[in-house]
């Protein structure tokens, strides 16, 4: 209010050009100066205008020496000067990062450290990222995007209970926000809460009911749960309102293959790479119903266009040697080169997966090597404790030993 005081008499005080420049400066700064509080951050490019009332006082007051040789050397020191402190100021907005975090080194509103979290978040600096974020928080406890953001990253992070809560504020906040019940849903999913998370999908789709994402996730609540008919119901639905929702495409072909609907899975498949054609996982489940369809070139041909996409894609590593090392057609197998797609297999693996060995010791069988192939079989019936694989695995070491390879 003094301050206010002040500047009022100044300008009624000052002559009319000091009046005018003043007036202009504070009519001009008025929009911007967040008196009504719009977490807007105060940048210097809403000085450009209001200054050029300053710039209007500094030439009046030039005019007015009466030692004008003095002009060009003040002139000279006040350029001097400022394209100094130009080039500092440039180092600053050298990037979004300089910028806010020399932002943030002096009191800012919480878009300034919200917009630094951004940038910590982008570079992998997740503590410095959830500090700044809480930072933002702090000073507007209602910052949904902040919220939000802080939310993702605990998920990310795996620190679910955190996650948990911090949605439950922004909901708080904001009650009607699909993308908060959507996001609060996933968090539950993780945490194997699935009553709670189905409940969230469900309240994410009554706000918006062609939110395509919250219909994928119910669709994989209800397919945990095995209720199929309702998880393809939201599948489809999700399609409907997003016709590229991929992720959708291959949870119902998924489905499908299940269920021997190998058609019906086609259709599906084909449909979505359409819109993806060089999609991994839409290819591997491709491959699947060829395979399923005894369409075995056109199987072979899905394998080796995934593998030129991605060498090391592991299920078509796996899935390629398999077919190589157990195909009942003597034309197709060539155990030379299953052994070296499981092989790969198993080395991206380290080893460790049970189905991979197994198909890595029917390759050797393939090949005529028996004693490696009764060593990986050991190992993979040593790695699972699924009684039906046990079961498999231990029928195929009974042909091993018998010197006989195995065949689908």
Known sequence: VILGAGIIFAIIKS?????????????????????????????????????????????????????????WSILAVLVLGLSIRTAIRNRDWHNDYT????????????????????????????ELAIQSYQQAIQRAPQFIQALHNLATLYTEQGNFPAAVSVFQQA????????????????????????????????????LQPDYSEA????????????????????????????????????????????????????????????KSPERIELLQNLAKVYQQLNRVQETITIFQQIL???????????????????????????????????????????????????????????TGEFTRAIEYIQQAINLTSDNNLRTQFHARLKRYHKKSPYRE
């Open 308 to 366: 030129k996409t991605n060498p090391n894609y592991i299920p078509a590593l796996n899935d390629l040697a398999w077919l190589y090392a157990t195909s009942s057609d003597a034309s197709i197998r060539n155990g030379y080169k299953a052994v070296a797609l499981a092989l790969q297999a198993a080395k991206l693996t380290k080893f460790s997966d049970a189905n991979i060995l197994d198909t890595l010791a029917a390759a050797y069988a393939e």
């Open 15 to 71: 002559p009319n050009i000091y009046r005018w420049g003043l007036l202009w400066f504070l009519i001009a700064l008025l929009p911007v100066v967040n008196i009504i509080p719009i977490y807007n951050p105060f940048g210097e490019r809403y000085l450009y205008l209001p200054f050029i009332g300053i710039a209007g006082i500094t030439a009046y007051t030039l005019y007015l020496l009466k030692d004008k040789k003095w002009i």
């Open 99 to 126: 910028l806010f975090s020399q932002a943030a080194k002096y009191p800012s509103g919480p878009r300034v450290y919200f917009n630094l979290a951004n940038e910590y978040r982008k570079r992998g600096q997740v």
């Open 171 to 206: 909901i708080r906040v904001n009650p009607n926000s699909a993308l908060l019940h959507n996001g609060l849903g996933m968090t539950y999913a993780q945490l194997n809460q699935l009553a709670l998370a189905q409940n969230e999908f469900q309240h994410a789709i009554a």
């Open 215 to 274: 219909h994928h996730n119910l669709g994989i609540i209800y397919l945990k749960t095995n209720q199929i008919e309702s998880a393809i119901s939201e599948f489809k639905l999700a399609i409907q309102f997003q016709p590229d929702f991929l992720l959708s495409y291959d949870m119902l072909a998924s489905i499908y293959i299940s269920q021997n609907k190998l058609n019906d899975a086609l259709t599906v498949l084909q449909t979505a790479l359409q």
